[in-house]
């Protein structure tokens, strides 16, 4: 199994982001996807899941800004992150909901 995620980097209050996660050696399109984020010193926190079926969930705190989607053919996972802020900085994971796999992440810094 790998996960790779993409699309991190520095971005000021209120402007978006869109990360990537391209999955590997595992039937994708089987498998619920969730994107975690933590910051350093605390926890790791569930920002949002899309079930293999289509259903989604998501983080109290990024409801209505964040978008998570699937592309089954191409095994990828995205998160499409608006109105960032400071709040929203963190490293971003992705992984299979309820297995033990996870990326190497990506920094999200939001600041002015």
């Known amino acids: 199994v790998q996960l790779v995620e993409s699309g991190g980097g520095l971005v000021q209050p209120g402007e978006s982001l869109r990360l990537s996660c391209a999955a590997s050696g595992f039937p994708f399109s089987s498998y619920p996807m969730t994107w975690g984020r933590q910051v350093p010193g605390k926890g790791l926190e569930s920002v949002a899941t899309i079930y293999a079926g289509g259903t989604i969930e998501y983080g109290d705190a990024v409801k209505g800004r964040f978008t998570i989607s699937r592309d089954n053919a191409k095994s990828m996972v995205y998160l499409q992150m608006n109105n960032l802020t400071a709040e929203d900085t963190a490293r971003y994971y992705c992984?299979?909901?309820?297995?033990?796999?996870w990326g190497k992440g990506t920094m999200v810094t939001v600041s002015s």
């Open positions: 992984a299979i909901r309820g297995q033990n796999y």
